[in-house]
């Protein structure tokens, strides 16, 4: 029965996240304007909702330019790096019981697989554009992603050893007793960092860094191209945040400290968990200011990556301990 | 059906693996390493090895590569070096190499047709086994290359040390 449900479910979580990613440039823009004292996009139907729509309307129809100068092959085939990696790796996540792609083993490197894949969409954007600005863009992500790819890894190994399984669906099952944000909360921290860098979402922005590099490694890109990139980072956004919820707070498992809460569907309690999370994306994009770049490397290679590697010592003495 | 994936795989990785060597573009020869690589973890997945699969394309492909292409950005190799590479690249160089792997291939051929065929069913080797082979007898083999790579470590933070900037300003 898992089977049959789980090719059903392909088709829907592809264009879900596709669709869900439009939506949420458009509620983003109005959760920073009401956060930023203004009024954001309110004119496009009711409170604005088609905006989203508009904005797909205007770039399925603007002009699909390719820079004369650049790498051809590799500048279509970027974007669709960007995206088809993030959607591949939405085939493990665990919305509910019984409600998931496909559960395998090695999910959890799958999905470290899939996001170090993704490096190079955003590397070969860079290098075909054949634009100092975009291949700057470029190389800052190579070097952010790569380098934070290193602990993101790490950050998740506390989890794996705490479940005793790479499998996500194991790992949810395992947390129902108490949630891995109790013990884990050092790997929360430095995954949630990592999944910032990651995604280059704003505060870790750097590849795109508009004040300095126009728009970074996507400044040659329009219509349909940009929009794949687009959705590529509000993809890599959700999937921070359903990971986060899956690997931290217990993924379906309704909040035990809440009475009547298993009366509420799994599913539902997976996509509250997770819209707190892309909030908090949101918030963080409002509210705090962009690094330097160096500082944001050598924050890495210099706290979060030792931070990570104590944290997987500990762990790993902690459960031996206990075992014996 | 592992069958045909697997010819399937090891035909795109035998192809791409040719065209990594004779492109002429740095970049191009990178992507197509990659390919090669990810068709590499097909086949080791088919083969029954999920672990090793996930653990090629998270290092090899998604951290050394990425640093090869890296450099190959920093160093913005154009039309010129695309050329330099040709005539690098004579049709006599290929003598050489051509005879080596002629012999290779008729050994394998050897082994193919006269000894027993290897076969493609394996059994299924998840990441805990992995973990506790790797933990239990090959345990020296381990701690050796953890060895080696500290010391690679210390060599480049050696190499990374700020006082070597400073000390340059110092010169007249």
């Known amino acids: 029965m898992i089977v049959d449900w789980s090719y059903i479910l392909i088709l829907p979580v592809a264009v879900g996240a596709l669709v869900f990613a439009l939506v949420l440039v458009w509620w983003e823009r109005r959760l920073l304007g009401w956060w930023q004292d203004r009024l954001g996009p309110n004119r496009v139907g009711p409170f604005g909702v088609l905006q989203a729509l508009a904005d797909a309307v205007k770039l399925f129809t603007k002009e699909d330019w390719l820079p004369p100068f650049g790498d051809r092959a590799f500048f279509i085939m970027a974007p669709a790096i960007v995206a088809g990696s993030m959607l591949m790796a939405y085939v493990i996540i665990p919305f509910g019981p019984d409600l998931y792609i496909t559960d395998s083993n090695i999910a959890v490197l799958f999905f470290l697989a899939m996001s170090s894949l993704a490096v190079y969409g955003v590397l070969l954007a860079g290098l075909s554009s054949n634009n ?29 050893i705490h479940a005793g399984s790479f499998s996500l669906v194991a790992i949810v099952e395992s947390q129902q007793g108490m949630w891995y944000i109790f013990p884990q909360c050092v790997g929360f921290l430095i995954f949630f960092l990592a999944g910032l860098a990651e995604s280059h979402r704003l505060p870790f922005d750097l590849p795109e860094a508009e004040h300095e590099l126009t728009a970074g490694f996507h400044t040659e890109y329009s219509g349909m191209k940009f929009a794949l990139i687009m959705a590529g980072e509000y993809l890599a956004m959700v999937l921070t945040s359903a990971l986060v919820v899956t690997l931290f707070f217990g993924g379906w498992l309704a909040p035990t400290f809440l009475p009547g809460a298993e009366y509420i569907p799994p599913v539902v309690w997976f996509g509250l968990k997770t819209a707190v999370f892309i909030h908090l994306f949101v ?33 790993g003495a902690a459960s031996l301990w206990l075992e014996h | 059906m592992a069958l045909a994936l697997f010819y399937v795989a090891a035909a795109v990785a035998l192809a791409s693996t040719v065209l990594v060597i004779t492109r002429r573009n740095a970049a191009h020869a990178l992507i197509y390493l990659v390919v090669s690589l990810l068709s590499i973890a097909v086949i080791f997945f088919l083969l029954g090895a999920p672990f090793a699969a996930a653990l090629e394309i998270v290092i090899y492909a998604g951290a050394i590569v990425v640093l090869f292409l890296f450099v190959v950005m920093m160093l913005n190799l154009g039309r010129r070096s695309a050329e330099r590479e040709r005539l690098w690249l004579r049709p006599g160089m290929w003598i050489g190499p051509a005879i080596l792997v002629g012999v290779l291939l008729l050994e394998m051929l050897y082994v193919i047709v006269l000894d027993a065929p290897g ?23 381990v701690e050796l290359a953890a060895m080696l790579l500290l010391a690679a470590l210390i060599g480049a933070y050696h190499l990374g040390r700020r006082y070597l900037g400073d000390r340059r300003e110092d010169l007249p």
Do not use: C, H
């Open chain 2, 119 to 141: 076969t493609t069913r394996g059994t299924v080797v998840g990441p805990k086994e992995v973990g506790t082979a790797l933990f239990g007898p090959y345990l020296l083999a």
């Open chain 1, 283 to 315: 918030l963080l994009r409002a509210a705090i200011p962009r690094p330097r770049y160096d500082q944001l490397m050598s924050l890495g290679w210099k706290i979060l990556l030792p931070l990570s590697l104590l944290n997987l010592l500990v762990t």
């Open chain 1, 132 to 160: 100092k600005y975009a291949m700057l863009g470029g190389l800052r992500a190579a070097a952010q992603m790569v380098t934070y790819e290193v602990f993101m890894g790490l950050s998740l190994m506390g989890v794996v």
